[in-house]
């Protein structure tokens, strides 16, 4: 009985950390902008450096793709001819923060590509 009753939660835990990493938060934005490539990799790469700064993360360039990681959060902005790509995702920790960061990102590239 004891077996039986280990095996259960042993799978009810798979099921639980499966659960958890499938519904990972996935913030995605997509902006258009009209600037040129010298100034929006400059903006991009000034966003770089405020997420080192406050958020202790750390990044690096791919081509046109800025890919970033920190504790609980990765992603990448990858910048296009006329837009620009944002995508986030998010740990379990940082879930429920979900609308408020998908906010303040917004709010960010908002005035930036204006």
């Given at each position: 009985?004891?077996?039986?009753?280990?095996?259960?939660?042993?799978?009810?835990?798979?099921?639980?950390?499966?659960?958890?990493?499938?519904?990972?938060?996935?913030?995605?934005?997509?902006?258009?902008?009209?600037?040129?490539?010298?100034?929006?990799?400059?903006?991009?790469?000034?966003?770089?450096?405020t997420l080192?700064?406050?958020?202790?993360?750390?990044?690096?360039?791919?081509?046109?793709?800025?890919?970033?990681?920190?504790?609980?959060?990765?992603?990448?902005?990858?910048?296009?001819?006329?837009?620009?790509?944002?995508?986030?995702?998010?740990?379990?920790?940082?879930?429920?923060?979900?609308?408020?960061?998908?906010?303040?990102?917004?709010?960010?590239?908002?005035?930036?590509?204006?």
């Amino acid at each position: 009985m004891q077996k039986y009753k280990n095996q259960l939660q042993a799978n009810w835990l798979l099921l639980f950390f499966t659960v958890i990493f499938y519904f990972m938060a996935t913030i995605h934005i997509t902006r258009s902008h009209q600037l040129d490539p010298e100034t929006i990799r400059s903006k991009v790469q000034e966003l770089a450096n405020t997420l080192v700064e406050k958020l202790s993360a750390e990044y690096q360039w791919e081509q046109d793709r800025l890919v970033f990681n920190r504790s609980g959060a990765n992603g990448f902005v990858r910048i296009g001819d006329q837009e620009l790509e944002v995508e986030v995702k998010l740990g379990m920790m940082l879930r429920p923060l979900k609308s408020t960061i998908e906010k303040t990102i917004t709010e960010y590239l908002d005035q930036q590509l204006t």
